[in-house]
Structure formats: C-alpha cells, structure tokens
C-alpha cells in the first residue's frame, strides 16, 4: 500500500488567484495521477505525472491551467492557476503500486479549493 | 477499460450483510475488478480487487461470477461507518492507464 498526504487540506481562494497543491507520498512509486472531483460528481482525471517527464494531460484540461510538477518519486504539485468559481472542487492525488500479480491505486485525502 | 453499471443507491440494516453487485459484460480477459469506497469529502479508499477467483480482505469479500460480467462485493456486517459511494471499475492498470470512475452506488447503513 502507499500513504498519501496533501497540502493544504482545503482552501479558499479568490478569483484570478493560483494555489499550489502539494501531494507527497511514503514511498517511491513510478505512477501518480491527479483528480478532480467536483460538487456531487465523481472522479475525474486530470492527467499523469511521471518522474523525469512531462505530465500527461486528459482531455479538457490543459497545462496552462494546471501545470504539474513532479520532481522525484515520492512527490508532485499541481497548481490551478487563474482561479473562478467553477474552479472549486476537491483535487485528489493518487498513486499505482504494485501488488503480487497486479496493480492496486491509492488516494490522498483529497484539497478542498473553495473560489469565491 | 470495461464499462461497469452499478444501481445508483441501496440501503442495509446495520449488522447484516451489505451486497453491492455490478455489471461488467464487456470486460476483458486481463483486466481485473476493483473496489473502492468514497466516505463524505474522504479521498477514495481501496477495499479489494479480483481477477476471477473469489477474494476476501478484513474488509469484504468479492465474489465474481465464473463468465466474469459481474461481480459482487459483500460487507459481512455492515455498520454505520460503511454508508459511503462504492465504486466498481474494472481496468487492466497497465500502463499509464488510472481508475476511471463512474457514478458508484450510494450504500446507506439504516441503524
């Protein structure tokens, strides 16, 4: 398994502002990703971020808006930059980790951005 | 990765057994079924996943039908800490492919 934590736990930020949101991990893991879950949704992928690479973006999300770093293997930032109110959201990071034969994914508690 | 269909919402008396099934027909031989769980404003937390044997952890178990388009997972004994959103997925994870989640079915423990 992989314990995740992020930072800060939830925000609130005002429109046109960016906010970082770190996500560190117990142990080295090749494979992170980061969600988006907005009010009463489900998950949404935001893109991969792979150590020593560019991320990998889903469709309708673009770098500009949420450029990702991941400068090793236990940790990424993602940012939201130019904030609006549609913009609010819980951003969660997640990790794959080998498990025997397969593959298992873990989450970190999640950011709560509030954009007023 | 596999389409899954889950019914949208259950309730469960606490103390009895709290079965969760779900569809896949579509899912292909290398990719496996997992489950997860997303408790209010909580990050999604894993429960269990399976290739086509049953499998139990000390949190449920995961029975899947030998033709594999569904599978079922079973909280032996619910209690009000289990009423959450329980997703079903299926995906190989090879790759750089990452859960896709869908709508999941909201598990509400009746005390």
């Known amino acids: 398994s992989a314990v995740i934590s992020q930072k800060p736990s939830r925000d609130i930020c005002q429109r046109g502002t960016s906010l970082t949101i770190q996500c560190q991990v117990d142990?080295?893991?090749?494979?992170m990703f980061w969600y988006r879950q907005q009010p009463g949704q489900s998950l949404t992928l935001i893109a991969t971020?792979?150590?020593?690479?560019?991320?990998?973006?889903e469709s309708g999300f673009v770098i500009d808006k949420f450029p990702i770093s991941r400068p090793n293997l236990t940790f990424s930032t993602l940012t939201v930059s130019n904030m609006s109110p549609e913009d609010s959201s819980i951003y969660l990071c997640s990790v794959r980790v080998r498990a025997a034969s397969s593959y298992e994914q873990y989450f970190g508690p999640g950011t709560r951005l509030t954009v007023t | 990765d596999a389409k899954t269909t889950q019914p949208t919402s259950m309730d469960c008396a606490e103390g009895r057994a709290a079965n969760l099934p779900c569809n896949h027909s579509?899912?292909?031989?290398?990719?496996?079924v997992y489950w997860y769980r997303q408790i209010h404003s909580q990050g999604p937390q894993y429960i269990i996943h399976?290739?086509?044997n049953n499998e139990t952890n000390e949190m449920a178990s995961l029975i899947i039908t030998e033709d594999r388009k569904s599978s079922t997972l079973i909280l032996p004994h619910a209690t009000l800490r289990d009423t959450a959103v329980y997703y079903c997925i299926v995906s190989a994870l090879t790759g750089r492919r990452a859960l896709t989640f869908g709508s999941g079915t909201r598990l509400q423990v009746q005390p």
């Open positions: 399976g290739l086509k």
């Open positions: 579509t899912i292909s031989g290398n990719e496996y």
């Open positions: 142990s080295q893991v090749t494979m």
């Open positions: 971020a792979n150590q020593g690479s560019e991320a990998t973006y």
